[in-house]
């Protein structure tokens, strides 16, 4: 297993300026974080950053997301699902620059973006489509896809395992791997452990992000962290548990994510807490 924590908490794009967070982390135990590859223009710049935390001894998963309705999968225009295509490959481009082992995040629809109606057949086929041309690319760079289900208040195209279940079967190219958050799951799941073991037994299961309910600090909150825990140990899980929490520092996604207030005194509390939440639970599961 594996301890990462995601960059968002700070910036939607790491630099230099970074390296004292980054150093930070790394003394506090964390195996690596998980970087927003949001700016896909420039591939160097994440290979300048992939040297810096190969220095600091820091591996890296990444974080993407769909920009807008021009780079929409599930769009009924195609220059908008190839504006998807283009997008996506650009950030396995970025990734791989990076050195990034798993392509985490809600790559299948622009967040906030709803038609009012519950998802199509047309629109799970035009995604499912997308995802065809591009899974092949991102596993040829030896990239592990985490695709995550949101909320209903972010997304509406996936919501919970079961939907990401039924959609890696639609999507038919192999393993897609699907990303298990305690934060969606404590929304939308009756039961998060259980629709957790489901994601397991499908083979589909490939990443995780330990988020609290109020997207705050891991243990403050009710969020089932902790059984999620001793339940990924149990299942024999040995991946990636990263820590997902939001703040007011990247004003886009705040509003993207309804964060209108503050959860925690400070960012150290939420990377500290974290890690000592998630190192005593999996010692004791």
Sequence with gaps: MKIGMNLLLWTGHVTEEHVPILQALK?????????????????????????????LGLERTVVAIMPDEAHSPISPDAASRQGAVDHLRRVIDCTGALGG?????????????????????????????????????????????????????????????????????????????????????????????????ALHASGNLAHVHISENDRGTPGRGHAKIRETIAALKALGYDDWLTIEAFGRGVPDLAAATRVWRDFFASEDEVYTEGYDLIRRCWDAA
Excluded at 42 to 48: C, K, N
Excluded at 106 to 112: A, E, K, R, S
Excluded at 190 to 196: G, R, V
């Design 27 to 55: 003394a506090t135990g964390f195996d690596g974080v998980e970087v927003p590859v949001f700016d896909v223009s420039d591939a160097g710049h994440y290979r300048a950053l992939a040297a810096i935390l190969d220095d």
């Design 101 to 197: 082992q798993v392509i985490a995040g809600p790559w299948f629809q622009p967040l906030g973006v709803f038609t009012g109606e519950k998802p199509t057949e047309a629109e799970l086929d035009r995604c499912a489509e997308v995802h065809r041309e591009v899974l092949p690319v991102m596993r040829g760079a030896g990239i592990t896809p985490g695709l995550e289900p949101l909320n209903r208040f972010e997304a509406h195209l996936l919501n919970t395992c079961d939907q990401a279940i039924a959609y890696a079967e639609r999507v038919g190219e192999g393993d897609i791997g699907v990303l298990y958050d305690t934060f969606h799951a404590h929304i939308e799941e009756k039961d998060p452990i259980a629709a957790l073991h």
